[in-house]
């Protein structure tokens, strides 16, 4: 299973969802749906610009955990 811990990393960041939408130029819908680990996928350039604007690495963003 893949969870993207944007919620996390956002809260440690102390940015908002509308900060993050700015700084990343994603909508705050696509955002949303990242946060509440409903994507499908996710571009590589999208993993980017979230690494950068939240100064982290993508490993701080997705875990990987194996279903039980």
Known sequence: MI??????IMAKRKM???ELSEA???TLA???ILKNNKAKAIR???L???CKALECRVED????????
């Open 24 to 26: 990343v130029g994603i």
């Open 3 to 8: 969870i993207v811990n944007l919620d996390v």
């Open 16 to 18: 908002s969802l509308n």
């Open 44 to 46: 590589f350039s999208t």
């Open 48 to 50: 980017e610009a979230l």
């Open 61 to 68: 963003i997705i875990e990987y955990k194996e279903d039980i």
């Open 30 to 32: 696509n955002l949303s």
